[in-house]
């Protein structure tokens, strides 16, 4: 399927935003983990995140999921069963390395498999201190299918994770759990932390401070009832589609605002963004709230081995969205983990915005983007949902329409993207070619 997007005079409206992706694939791996039913409303069902639920489902935990409303019946930290088949992940590299983690030190064994941009995508970043904790697992150099041998003695870890990932950590603290004493994960730069916060809303022994996180093994989880916040991360592509289009206002209701992950608020209000947040509230250990953004005028800017890299890492093909459409030349350096994501994002985008007319010259850990007027074009997403999406908001102030091709990914993280944009009044058609 392609995206065909003309330009729109202004966008307005209020609009709501599906349930937060990272915090969905928690809800299905800790909900699972519980003793006891736990039921969570505004579930993401993104094939990521079902991906994550068909391999608790293949594990033996019963759920029931219907319309949004996910019910789990969790089985305890030591209730799940092997599965009689490889466990298939698709795209999604949350599920693969926070199952790694929790797998690894399982007392049965396990296969997991993903397509081929996740059997592309390092996994070492995860085996590495996974193996000093006891797990026994074999991989095809670094990367998936990854074989699971089951393990009788899971010893705790002192680790500092050499990587800003949330998924890294994540990973650790779920083998942690299994661990005969104490653990301690030191991060360098502070990521999503919505895995330790949906651990303490569960009662489980774990604390934070001076980004060192300390859990005790063998604990034990306690179901809980969440409303997951709408994902941040997705309503990006409607906030940058509204900043660079004229005369557009528009309201984004219930939308997830930890602080680990509004980086690009931040960025896009150095940027000059007219963005405005209400009615902040509590969601358990989540907060939300209601995003109001205006056209804006958007000056250049300059990041370069920020902290503000890791607390927006999903966010930037939408932020080089921004760049193209500022005044100045802007760069971004100290951000070469957007090479290994669902695609090589820095150069994803670089060809993308080059086909558009912007110049941009790349670097290893970074690219510099000159602002101006994107004109029309036939642009690849390579298989990326998060490009995918960039280059259809961009169509929204580009000169000429901007045809985006092969767009299937976009139901990974989210499948009504086409239906938010044309309710905020972007011109998109779509074909099948
Ligand atoms: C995620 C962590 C990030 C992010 C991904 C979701 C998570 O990955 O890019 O979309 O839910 O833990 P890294 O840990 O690789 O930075």
Redesign the pocket.
């Known amino acids: 399927m392609n995206f065909y997007i003309e330009p729109s005079e202004n966008l307005s409206g209020e609009i709501e935003i599906p349930g937060d992706?990272?915090i969905s694939?928690?809800a299905v791996i800790f909900g699972s983990l519980a003793s006891g039913v736990s039921e969570f409303t505004n579930f993401l069902s993104g094939e990521d995140c079902l991906a994550t639920l068909s391999a608790f489902k293949k594990m033996g935990v019963y759920t029931n999921l219907s319309d949004d409303k996910l019910i789990i019946h969790g089985v305890g930290i030591n209730g799940l069963n092997k599965a009689s088949e490889a466990l298939y992940l698709g795209n999604s590299?949350?599920s693969a390395?926070?199952l790694v983690g929790l797998l690894g030190v399982q007392k049965f064994e396990s296969t997991i498999e993903g397509d081929k941009s996740l059997s592309g995508r390092p996994m070492n970043r995860v085996l590495d201190p996974l193996g000093k904790m006891g797990a026994n697992i074999q991989s095809k150099n670094g990367k998936l299918p990854i074989h699971i041998k089951s393990v009788n003695k899971v010893s705790s870890i002192n680790y500092s994770l050499p990587?800003?990932?949330?998924?890294?950590?994540?990973s650790l603290i779920l083998a942690s759990i299994y661990a005969d004493s104490q653990s301690k994960i030191k991060e360098k730069w502070v990521?999503?932390d919505?895995?330790e916060r949906m651990m303490k809303s569960m009662g489980y022994p774990v604390s934070v401070t001076d980004k060192i996180i300390s859990m005790e093994g063998k604990g034990k989880l306690n179901p809980i009832k969440l409303n997951i916040p709408g994902d941040f991360?997705s309503s990006v592509f409607l906030i940058v589609a509204c900043l660079i289009t004229p005369n557009s206002s528009i309201l984004i209701k219930n939308v997830g605002i930890n602080s680990t992950r509004v980086g690009f608020l931040h960025i896009a209000k150095m940027m000059g963004a007219n963005i405005h947040i209400h009615n902040k509230r509590m969601e358990g250990y989540e907060s939300l709230a209601d995003i109001n953004v205006k056209t804006s005028s958007l000056q250049s800017i300059q990041i370069e081995d920020s902290d503000l890299v890791?607390l927006s890492?999903?966010e930037f093909p939408a932020i080089f969205i921004l760049a193209a459409n500022a005044i100045g030349t802007s760069t971004f350096k100290g951000i070469k983990?957007l090479r290994?994501?669902e695609s090589d994002r820095i150069s994803s985008m670089a060809i993308g915005l080059k086909k558009l007319g912007i110049n941009t010259v790349e670097f290893e850990d970074g690219i510099q983007i000159e602002g101006g007027r994107l004109d029309g074009g036939n642009i690849e997403c390579f298989g990326d949902h998060r490009v995918a999406m960039s280059f259809a908001v961009a169509g929204a102030s580009a000169k000429n329409a901007i045809k985006v091709n092969n767009v299937e990914s976009v139901d990974t993280s989210f499948p009504s993207f086409l239906d938010c944009i044309k309710k905020i009044g972007i011109c998109v058609n779509t074909n099948k070619e």
């Open positions: 992706k990272s694939h928690r590299g949350t390395r926070l990587v800003a990932s949330a998924q890294v950590k994540s990521t999503r919505h895995t991360s890791s890492i999903d983990e290994v994501k």
